[in-house]
């Protein structure tokens, strides 16, 4: 899902939504501008009586008041909407994908052609389905037999297609997605109406997103200043009506300016935005391709301090390559790599290939014609670990160490202590030694390499400087793994971890206060998913992994989880920017506004006109256009979040209050006068 931007029909789109949300059942949802749409129902009301006859103020002047009032609630509504306009885009081009197709539901796995034909929303949890090259899968399900091709350029905006096959941990398919190549069959693992892409819209849309844990927090100190401000303001009705008796001099002030003061003070700019700036936040994880299951998931990773990254696929390239031949006393390396290649030629691994393309390029030895070889390959098992060929009267054995010496030995052979050196060494260089015997006979070491990842190191150092641990997750022995942990510059890992030795590290970071967050794809990752805070999984993943998850990574891109952090932060960022803003505002306004109101009873308080405002009627005008402005001028920014920075919390937060909260206090005192000059050249107050 790539972002729509800001065209020119979602704009039209956020115009209309704003003045839908104008409805009271609406409004009730945001408890600080809900006090603005009362006040211009009243203003309103108050300009209504005045035409009668009945004045708190002058019709013009209380007519400009709740026009300003109403706009400040549209303003609100607009910066909310846009926000949704970009995620309503989204699901739409995700709404394309979603249709009924005919689906083959079969009564028997072994035979495809015993089927019944059915509308895919017919489809329940537990059936089996055959889809054939050409054809939409129609619910999200576990591949259970075949393997195919597979365009999910529809979810994941990205044309290169994938590979799906039963067993291992890219079984998972995802309902909209079509089957380029080949045959699948499939369980459904989800009801009509309740599938990943069902949840992706409603997620997108915003009708899934609920208020997360900080926003709530947020809203309730909003709330109170509100509250505070509501007692302020209403004792100042009776106060300057009683003051102004027994000084015999001015007027109370009016009902009308009283309902723009409190406007003016209370936290209307971040309680405006505070919604917008929610929605951006799970927008912008939506545009790196990650799904949220929810809000509150975005927010820890703002906070998370530890990170477990898997080795393979996130931290190296994931395919171990061949970098050397190291032979034993008696061979030379050309007659290792020869051997090495012939053992090869039907390994169809990316090892294997590595092996033959190293033995090419240092020795010119070309592909063999395997026909005239006559040749029986042994395929590698588990149980033996070794692969390679018999051939012409030869037998030549690559494997894991312990299983060629045993191979060796059994031949009645001899291991010789110069390999055992070699394959130790291979490991502790952090790479993956394979021994190579021909006729009973060790020839040497093939040094497989774990390649890192470019920019990995410098990656992790960023992390570092942010206050977060990274920590790598293996299933290498420690030597190998300790090496490799140490080129890519991790703090810390896990060797020959299972999944209970997974889910105990991060129950003992969690138990010492950390935030933790990891990424996994495998059944075997679930225990662990399901214990982090932050817990990312595959899309190619298993069924199991995208349960216990809470986001989904639709690229299935393991380092994702790094920018997931980033936005997380920003987020976090973002608020806490703008609502230092709003505060500062409201106690600039506050000074300046507030001494001009008793100018007629107090003349005395005109020495603490710093602003130098014309009259109150100016004062309150100014200030209440200018906090409908700051809204609009603040909306980029709530919806591009502040410019990420990778700084220590500490840090961030004295630049926040260096930047917005000066910034809080010096913009109403230069644009409410500016506001107020230009009233005052235009004869309007």
């Known amino acids: 899902m790539k972002e729509s931007g800001y065209n020119k029909n979602i704009l039209i789109d956020a115009i209309r939504q704003s003045f839908k949300k104008l409805a009271p059942k609406i409004q009730v949802k945001n408890p600080v501008m809900l006090v603005v749409y009362i006040g211009a129902v009243l203003t309103t009301g108050l300009y209504i009586l005045s035409l009668a006859g009945i004045k708190d103020e002058s019709a013009g002047y209380t007519l400009v008041i709740a026009l300003i009032l109403w706009f400040t609630v549209l303003f609100a509504n607009f910066a909310e909407a846009i926000a949704e306009g970009r995620g309503r885009a989204q699901a739409d081009s995700l709404k394309s994908a979603r249709k009924d197709v005919k689906a083959r539901k079969l009564k028997t796995v072994s035979n495809p052609e015993d089927y019944t034909e059915v509308v895919s929303n017919t489809l329940k949890k537990g059936d089996i389905v055959y889809v054939k090259a050409g054809e939409q899968i129609p619910m999200d399900g576990e591949v259970i037999d075949g393997a195919a091709s597979v365009d999910e350029s529809a979810i994941t905006g990205e044309s290169a297609p994938v590979i799906r096959e039963s067993g291992g941990d890219r079984s998972a398919v995802t309902g909209g997605t079509s089957v380029l190549s080949d045959w699948l069959i499939i369980k459904i693992t989800a009801e009509a109406g309740e599938s990943f892409l069902d949840k992706m819209i409603a ?69 405006a935005l505070l919604s917008s700036i929610g929605i951006a936040g799970m927008s912008r994880l939506n545009q790196a391709n ?200 991790v703090d810390d890992f896990l060797a020959e971890a299972t999944p209970e030795a997974k889910l105990s590290l991060i129950r003992d970071y969690q138990s010492k206060g950390h935030l933790v967050a990891m990424t996994g794809d495998g059944t075997n990752d679930a225990p662990a998913l399901a214990q982090a805070d932050v817990a990312v999984a595959m899309n190619t993943g298993t069924q199991a992994a995208k349960e216990a998850g809470n986001m989904v990574d639709l690229d299935s891109s393991p380092t994702k989880l790094i920018d997931i952090v980033r936005i997380g932060k920003q987020l976090l960022m973002t608020r806490g920017a703008l609502t230092t803003f709003s505060v500062a505002n409201d ?50 920014l709530s919806l591009k979040g502040v410019k990420y920075r990778e700084l220590p919390a500490g840090k961030l937060l004295k630049r926040n209050i260096m930047i917005y909260g000066l910034g ?22």
């Open 203 to 271: 997620m997108v849309e915003g009708a899934a997103r609920k208020k997360t844990p900080n926003e709530i927090a947020l809203q309730i100190l909003l709330v109170t200043l509100t509250i505070i401000f509501l007692v302020v303001t209403g004792t100042l009705l009776p106060f300057s009506a009683f003051v102004s008796r027994q000084a015999g001099s001015g007027s109370a002030i009016s009902i009308t300016n009283v309902i723009a003061l409190l406007v003016c003070l209370a936290p209307t700019t971040i309680g």
């Open 290 to 489: 990650v799904l949220a299951m929810s809000g509150r998931a975005i927010e820890a990773a703002g906070d998370v301090d530890v990170l477990l990254l898997d080795k393979t696929g996130t931290i190296t390239l994931g395919n171990r390559q061949a970098s050397e031949f190291f032979p034993v006393k008696g061979i030379s390396e050309e007659e290792l790599a020869d051997a090495a290649q012939l053992s090869s030629l039907a390994d169809e691994t990316a090892e294997g290939r590595s092996i033959v393309v190293l033995a090419k390029e240092k020795f010119n030895i070309r592909s063999r014609d395997i026909s005239k070889l006559k040749a029986n390959f042994i395929a590698f098992t588990a149980k033996t670990r070794m692969s390679g060929i018999d051939y012409q009267g030869n037998e030549i054995r690559k494997g894991a160490a312990e299983a060629v010496k045993a191979y060796v030995l059994e031949k009645g052979g001899e291991y010789p202590k110069q390999c055992e050196e070699i394959v130790k060494k291979v490991a502790v260089d952090g790479g993956t030694p394979l021994v190579v015997a021909k006729n009973g006979r060790v020839m040497g070491v093939v040094y497989l390499k774990d390649i890192v990842k470019n920019g990995v190191k410098e990656r992790f150092e960023d992390l570092r400087k942010m206050g977060i641990k990274t920590i790598m997750i293996t299933g290498d022995n420690p030597m190998t793994a300790a090496a490799i942990a140490a080129e890519a510059g």
């Open 587 to 636: 106690v600039a306004k506050y000074f300046a506004i507030i001494p001009v109101l008793f100018f007629g009873i107090f003349p005395q308080l005109t020495a603490l006109n710093i602003m130098g405002f014309t009259n109150s009627k100016s004062a309150i005008l100014s200030a209440i256009i200018y906090n409908a402005l700051i809204i609009i001028a603040l909306i980029p």
């Open 664 to 685: 809080g206090i010096i913009a109403p005192f230069i644009f409410i006068k500016l506001i107020d000059i230009l009233l005052t050249a235009l004869n309007l107050v």
